[in-house]
């Protein structure tokens, strides 16, 4: 089993960005973690950085370009298909899953309503025992 160090949260929402870093800090202090609000960010970081991450952590509601056809995007570009997308959302929506899943993604979270949901939602993911 492989810790997860390195990942990346693709979200526009300000505040569920700060609520992220606070699970994420509770969970391991030394984690890095870049944030991004955009597909266009995200896929430009990505392909500007030698150093991928290990996780990306995908909004569906994004300006823009939304996040399955971001999904889309990575899981085409064949220096980036491997790094495993979790889906993170509001949505509980089954259709979204299913789509989600049949584009690439490995798995789907719908936002917990708590910090303490969080952690013990994203800790398995960072310990890579569910991907």
Same mark, same amino acid.
């Given at each position: ?35 991004? %609000? $955009? ?8 392909? =500007? %950085? ?21 999904? $889309?995007? #990575?899981?085409?570009?064949? =220096?980036?298909?491997?790094?495993? #997308?979790? #889906?993170?959302?509001?949505?509980? %929506? ?19 309503? $708590?910090?303490?949901?969080?952690? #013990? ?7 890579? =025992?569910?991907?």
């Amino acid at each position: 089993m492989v810790e997860i160090k390195n990942l990346m949260l693709v979200e526009d929402d300000t505040d569920d960005q700060q609520i992220f870093m606070l699970a994420l800090e509770e969970i391991d202090p030394m984690l890095k973690s870049r944030m991004v %609000n $955009s597909c266009h960010s995200a896929i430009e970081t990505l392909t =500007a %950085n030698p150093v991928l991450p290990q996780l990306i952590f995908l909004d569906l509601n994004l300006p823009r370009i939304n996040g399955k056809e971001c999904l $889309s995007r #990575i899981k085409q570009n064949p =220096a980036l298909q491997n790094i495993p #997308i979790v #889906i993170y959302s509001t949505s509980d %929506n089954y259709r979204d899953k299913v789509e989600t899943k049949n584009l690439g993604a490995h798995a789907f979270i719908t936002k917990p309503s $708590s910090l303490d949901e969080l952690v #013990i939602t994203l800790r398995p993911y960072l310990l890579n =025992a569910v991907l």
